[in-house]
């Protein structure tokens, strides 16, 4: 059923673009809303819930979340729904694991069960087509529409948002530009590895593509192998398993073409750059904030973190600062009366109070003994140590 | 002045390695010399380090004269052999690209390309990126910079530096490994440390192409040697200090030699599978938990089966313990907790669920390419040819194997650390590169039977 589906999906697929190739002309008449956030003004009549903060950045609607974020577009929107059932986003998630798209038509006048889907968390930013008229409810003219993010919040950037009707020429365009995407290095890849997706057919992963390719060549074999002669049967093993080797071949050229690109990444963020600008894929400057402690904090001395359990830093800092120690649970008593050093990186919440000569927390809870501040890297980074 | 220093570190264990190794061979020619000189720094590796171990225990402080005291007679040895003719420094011959066709030559051409631009990325991004992870960084790495900064263990329970600091429990083959390392190049130096991570990597490719060529030519050799370098996850860990390939690597060879050992009753193939199998105990306990879940069946059924091997099947499990009796000593003395997970874990639950979820990894996301499907085909063409060349003992140790592993996230309390993936991917590195050497050589089988 699954592989009636697939092939349904690529001769639909193929058949359209046979179609569609004289007449490919991108709608880009705008004859459909579109907005691409370029300019301050493009969040004119915008409403958002749940956001510390938003604006216009590097040519992104970019919200930073603070609770549940609830996007409603531009008022009166008046959209045709049989015409525009597309809705193309493109946008980067850095936390909200599932985007919600509501809308209320004229008929309606109240907002209607949604159209969710799981966007990617890598940083990078990707394209979604939702196909609106999925839902029964997308009818007649609609007057409202939004979107709303569940799960942690975080900063999201919104590139360009269109609702739109189909185009297989930019919907193909848009996942080859998806297929090519390199692997972003976060702390967890070392744990698991995605596989490019092929959108177009199916929503399938390349994996799982080339699983299926396999699974059909193996039944092909199957079916002549109990039909052939001893001696041809030799070649149709080696050709099966030479077909195998290409299928891996073809995975593991995308896959080193995402290896090559961290190899990039790192060169040109970390090799390249001057000391004072090096930073590194998911860690920023920290490598330079660590040159910064170990300037400025004696070896061998004995520090804390502030927030304690503050990863990814805590450990890394513990690793980079050594043969400073770390005072964590367990060495506590073993370093009792030795002067304290504590690192603050990047962190808001806590600051220095010069009133009481602690760290305070924005309460103004004090976390420290009275001491005085060694060394100050940025607004929320410094080094404190209690006298 | 320090690529050489680091060539040293690694010489050194090399020469260890290989001198027991000959030792242990005899006058029999059972290896060519690029296997030799891969089984022979692997096992070098395991003694050397239980060596500075033992050192630490009595309290010797870690130097690189006391560190590489092992060696010296091993060079006395060797000398020894090239005057009396038992080894010679001439090359092993080259046989990758001869008596190919022209298209043999070409697919062993694209091969070897592939292989090498994984490994250059590899060596580009360690050289240059500073330990990542987090387990690099709280395990692996932090507990070598200890030993390197304080020249030997601590022993004292209230130090904080006491057997590397972070997880005292955790066995020390690869930290000890890394501040040797770093005692030869006289600094800690991230690069340096972490070379060992694709040398690994590197090793494990050489070490399946000689197990495979063994019995087979050399392309389905180099191919079964790609499969496993270009595993995607594998791949990735090669460039990254982790230890999950290292355990991987030595299980392979444990299994490689254990089934030769079945085909020819050499005692040195026992001997070096249990030195493999012993040293991926002294990396990670998973080593020892994966061996005794998967191999000990098997073997213990071969035994019954074919009587008379007795006295050299036992070597195995014997040469395991001896080799890790000071850690196992020192578990005891200082009362680490033997077990990977703590008392929480020892219980029996059934979580059906976890089938879908392992099912979503093996065959949907980026970690193993098609290779779940293959090793699948490979178990069916295997029934059929499962008496031949004891592949059924081969098929069983991968299968127990994969059991030990995945059975305790299916029946355990360990679930809750399956649905996130942070360890079941790690954890099937350690098994695969063995499966891959077992399908090679069920793909290898039924060519030359059809």
Known sequence: MVMMNIFRNIVVALALLLFTIPG????????????????????????????????????????IGEKRVQLRFPPGLAINSEKDNYLRLRLRIYSPRLIQVFWATQRSEKQLP??????????????YWIDLSESLEWIGKIDLMGLAFFGAPGRIDIDSIEIRPFSLFSYISDQWHEFWLPRTLLLGTINSLSSPYIAYIGGWSLVSL?????????????????????????????????????????????????QYKI?????????????????????GDFYQFVSFCRENIPQGSVFDIIPKGYWPFDCRLNYFLYPGHYIKEANEAYYRNIPLYYIIYNNPQCQFDPGSARIVTMERKAITEKGKIIARYNNNSLIFKED | MVALNILVAYIIPLIIGVTVVSMAEGRRDLFRKGERLAIGFAIGLGIQTMYIFCLGLIGIRFTFWSCSAPVWPAIMVNIFWLK?????????????????????????????????IKLLINIFISFNSPAYFDDSITIWNYKAKVFYNQRGLVKDPDHPDFFGGNVPKYPNGIPL???????????????????????????????????????????????????????????????????DIIVGFYLMGGVIFLYRWMLERETALILISAGFFAVAGWIKDEGLILFAGGALVPLILYLILNKGSWKRGVLL?????????????????????????????????????????????????????????????????????????????????????????????IFTPLFKWLAPGTTINRAMLMVIPAMIFTMMRVWGILLEEE
């Open chain 1, 24 to 63: 490919l002309v991108h709608a880009g008449d705008n004859e459909y809303p579109v907005w691409d956030f370029k300019y301050p003004g493009d969040l004119q009549g915008w409403t958002v819930d749940g956001i510390r903060d938003s604006g216009i950045d590097d040519g992104a609607f970019v919200l």
């Open chain 2, 317 to 409: 499990p014997l040469t395991i313990m001896l080799f890790i009796l000071p850690w196992l000593i020192t578990e005891v003395i200082f009362q680490f907790p033997i077990a990977v997970a703590t008392g929480e874990y020892f219980k029996l639950e059934f979580h059906p669920e976890a089938i879908m979820i392992i099912k979503r990894f093996f065959f949907n996301t980026g970690n193993y390419n098609i290779f779940w499907l293959l090793y699948i085909i490979s178990l069916f063409i295997a029934f059929k040819n499962g008496r031949k060349n004891k592949i059924a003992y081969l098929v069983g140790i991968n299968i127990l194997t994969l059991a030990t592993a995945l059975g305790s996230f």
């Open chain 2, 84 to 116: 009396t003719g038992r080894i010679s420094l001439r090359p092993g011959s080259a046989t990758l690209l001869r008596g190919h066709r022209c298209a043999g030559k070409i697919l062993v051409g694209i091969i070897l390309l592939l292989i090498s």
């Open chain 1, 210 to 258: 080339l699983n299926l390719l396999a699974v059909i060549v193996l039944i092909i074999a199957a079916v002549f192998y109990s039909r052939s002669s001893r001696l041809s049967r030799r070649q149709i093993v080696a050709t099966v398993g030479m077909i195998f080797l290409c299928l891996w071949i073809v995975y593991d050229l995308r896959d080193t073409y995402s």
């Open chain 2, 177 to 243: 490994f890394k501040s040797w390392i770093a005692i030869c190049s006289g600094q800690w130096k991230e690069w340096t440390v972490n070379t060992i991570s694709w040398v690994i990597y590197l090793l494990t490719g050489v070490l399946l192409y000689y197990g495979l060529r063994r019995w087979h030519s050399a392309i389905p050799a180099l191919i079964g040697a790609y499969l496993v370098m270009s595993l995607p996850l594998f791949a990735f860990h090669g460039a990254f200090a982790h230890a």
């Open chain 1, 114 to 127: 949604a159209i969710p889907f799981y966007p990617h968390r890598d940083q990078h930013l990707h394209t």
């Open chain 1, 263 to 283: 190899a990039q990444e790192i060169y040109h963020s970390y090799i390249k750059p001057p000391p004072e600008e090096k930073t590194f894929p998911a860690l």
